[in-house]
């Protein structure tokens, strides 16, 4: 079983920067490739996507929302990825999610909420305008 532990949320001004950590524990880490992905939900709205990094860190998607404004990259020896949010705009407010799966991801199928079998308990994260 794989347990995943958000950090770094909080209160940023619009135009500021913020960075999200997700850190990986379980006995299968070290053993089954994970890609890992950060989603993110506003109020009152659904669940969406924002990006993914392959197991190997040689991939990543990004939702158009947030494409040049937000990198994702992922450290395996630590176990951790992490979410660099720049330029940062109110619309980012939300919950942030990190995510985990084995399944095999593609550019269109990485936005899925339905592949990912481990999820983290959230970050808040509010950007003031």
């Known amino acids: 079983q794989v347990q995943l532990v958000e950090s770094g949320g909080g209160l940023v001004q619009a135009g500021g920067s913020l960075r999200l950590s997700c850190a990986a524990s379980g006995r299968t880490v070290s053993n089954v490739p994970m890609a890992m992905a950060w989603f993110r939900q506003a109020p009152g709205q659904e669940r969406e996507s924002v990006a993914v990094?392959?197991?190997?860190?040689?991939?990543?998607y990004y939702a158009d929302s947030v494409k040049g404004r937000f990198t994702i990259s992922r450290d395996n020896a630590k176990n951790t990825v992490t979410l660099e949010m720049n330029s940062m705009k109110p619309e980012d407010t939300a919950v942030y999610y990190c995510a985990a799966t084995n399944r095999l991801l593609y550019s269109t199928n990485w936005y899925s909420q339905g592949l990912y079998a481990t999820w983290g308990q959230g970050a808040q994260v509010t950007v003031s305008s």
């Open positions: 990094i392959s197991s190997s860190g040689g991939r990543t």
